[in-house]
């Protein structure tokens, strides 16, 4: 069996986690300043995970889905920065923060993590987060998965070298003691030898494998929290169904949160507890997967959903693709982003001023004029 590590259910206020939401994010903005311009990448994103929740961000591709992950954890690369907004999580325990080490003054006295007026009780933000803060969530409470494992396990490290690293990155354990727990992931993974496995570099493995171990490698440290972008884009149809049913086992086990990046409408209504859609770095719809589906609000939503191959489609009958292309970033339409791809557009306002998000009684949330009236 398994052993996880206990978790530490206060935070460091002292207050319970297990009664915080595990992400809240307040008007996340992430933007590129390049020569020709500034690209909003991620544009004002309003977002909140509960714990053991899964929820889908869904989009075409260049919608901001990878950059509002890459923004929660600060994994922006340059010339890219967050503009604004925050990220609240629950604030790690005092004892999971380690002090920076100092090196002849070379790096900066560790100061205290500003508080905002709104800052929610318990959480802490990590845009504004000192590095010691943001190091004790990224990989231990909030973990990542990438859709293709080379580009994030070292090729010339063996797949147990970087997960017993990784488990005594944040755990007090001997390397026998992670060598041993890296093993037991490895084979709760679905890794068969793991003993034999664990001493393999990951161009001996195939594709599904080392998303295996990616996800053995996230898993090592029982996050609160599982981002898992595009986890099964690079891998063929068996493999990829193999993976989602290995997520859904592991959140059951261990009770986290996903937060799953796809493209795939398939994949968010195998996985998902709530679809988030985004289009040129907004949310333009959120609500319950069931909901969504079976009565699409956001006209983006509605062509997304057309796109996909249903059952019962007759043979030879054609999908219909989302209508136009998706925006150059430097030219972003005014008003609501979509109205030059839009069935409804209505002339004199859609181009005219940018629609708020309106939220319905169930919490369904859309952003539309359509449904301004209905409000
Ligand atoms: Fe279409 Fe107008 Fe709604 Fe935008 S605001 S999705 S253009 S109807």
């Given at each position: 069996?398994?052993?996880t590590p206990?978790?530490d259910?206060?935070t460091a206020?002292?207050?319970?986690r297990?009664?915080l939401?595990?992400?809240?994010?307040a008007?996340?903005?992430?933007?590129?300043?390049?020569?020709?311009?500034?690209v909003?990448a991620?544009?004002g994103?309003d977002?909140?995970?509960g714990?053991g929740e899964?929820?889908?961000?869904v989009?075409?591709?260049?919608?901001?889905?990878?950059?509002t992950?890459r923004?929660?954890?600060?994994l922006?690369?340059?010339p890219?920065?967050?503009?604004g907004g925050?990220?609240?999580?629950?604030a790690?325990?005092?004892?999971?923060?380690?002090?920076?080490?100092?090196r002849r003054?070379l790096?900066?006295r560790?100061?205290?993590?500003?508080?905002?007026?709104?800052?929610?009780d318990g959480?802490?933000?990590?845009?504004?987060?000192?590095?010691?803060?943001?190091?004790?969530?990224?990989?231990k409470?909030i973990?990542?998965?990438?859709?293709?494992?080379?580009?994030s396990?070292s090729?010339v490290?063996?797949?147990?070298?970087?997960?017993v690293?990784?488990i005594?990155?944040?755990e007090?354990?001997t390397k026998?003691?992670?060598?041993?727990?890296a093993?037991?992931?490895l084979?709760?993974v679905?890794?068969?030898g793991p003993?034999?496995?664990i001493?393999?570099?990951?161009?001996?493995?195939?594709g599904g494998m080392?998303?295996r171990?990616?996800?053995a490698?996230?898993?090592s440290?029982?996050?609160?929290?599982?981002?898992?972008d595009?986890?099964?884009?690079?891998?063929d149809?068996?493999?990829q169904?193999q993976?989602l049913?290995?997520?859904k086992?592991?959140?059951r086990?261990?009770?986290?949160a996903i937060?799953l990046?796809?493209?795939?409408?398939?994949?968010?209504?195998?996985?998902?507890?709530r679809?988030?859609v985004?289009y040129l770095?907004?949310?333009v719809?959120c609500?319950?997967l069931?909901?969504?589906?079976?009565?699409?609000k956001?006209p983006y939503?509605r062509?997304?959903l057309?796109?996909?191959p249903?059952?019962?489609m007759r043979?030879?009958?054609?999908?219909?693709?989302v209508?136009?292309?998706?925006?150059?970033p430097y030219?972003?339409?005014t008003?609501c982003?979509?109205?030059d791809r839009?069935?409804?557009?209505i002339?004199?306002?859609c181009?005219v001023a940018?629609p708020p998000?309106?939220?319905?009684?169930?919490?369904h949330?859309?952003?539309?004029?359509?449904?301004?009236?209905e409000?």
């Amino acid at each position: 069996m398994l052993q996880t590590p206990t978790s530490d259910h206060q935070t460091a206020g002292g207050g319970d986690r297990d009664e915080l939401p595990v992400l809240r994010l307040a008007g996340l903005k992430t933007q590129f300043v390049l020569e020709d311009g500034v690209v909003d990448a991620v544009d004002g994103v309003d977002l909140e995970i509960g714990r053991g929740e899964t929820i889908a961000v869904v989009g075409e591709s260049g919608c901001g889905k990878s950059m509002t992950a890459r923004s929660i954890l600060r994994l922006v690369d340059r010339p890219g920065k967050i503009a604004g907004g925050q990220v609240w999580v629950p604030a790690p325990p005092d004892s999971e923060v380690r002090e920076p080490r100092r090196r002849r003054g070379l790096l900066r006295r560790k100061k205290d993590v500003p508080v905002l007026p709104d800052a929610p009780d318990g959480m802490v933000d990590l845009v504004t987060a000192e590095q010691p803060t943001i190091q004790a969530v990224r990989g231990k409470r909030i973990a990542m998965v990438f859709q293709e494992p080379m580009t994030s396990l070292s090729a010339v490290h063996t797949i147990g070298n970087q997960i017993v690293e990784a488990i005594r990155l944040h755990e007090p354990l001997t390397k026998e003691e992670a060598r041993q727990r890296a093993i037991e992931l490895l084979g709760r993974v679905g890794i068969p030898g793991p003993e034999k496995r664990i001493d393999s570099y990951p161009f001996e493995l195939s594709g599904g494998m080392r998303q295996r171990a990616m996800i053995a490698m996230a898993l090592s440290c029982d996050p609160e929290l599982l981002i898992a972008d595009e986890p099964t884009t690079a891998l063929d149809v068996t493999t990829q169904a193999q993976i989602l049913e290995l997520l859904k086992s592991l959140q059951r086990e261990f009770g986290m949160a996903i937060m799953l990046i796809t493209h795939d409408l398939g994949v968010a209504a195998q996985m998902a507890d709530r679809v988030v859609v985004m289009y040129l770095g907004k949310v333009v719809e959120c609500g319950e997967l069931r909901s969504l589906f079976a009565h699409p609000k956001h006209p983006y939503t509605r062509a997304l959903l057309r796109s996909v191959p249903a059952l019962g489609m007759r043979r030879g009958a054609r999908l219909d693709p989302v209508r136009g292309m998706v925006p150059h970033p430097y030219d972003r339409p005014t008003g609501c982003a979509f109205h030059d791809r839009c069935d409804y557009f209505i002339p004199g306002r859609c181009e005219v001023a940018e629609p708020p998000m309106i939220t319905d009684d169930d919490g369904h949330q859309v952003r539309c004029v359509l449904f301004e009236e209905e409000n």
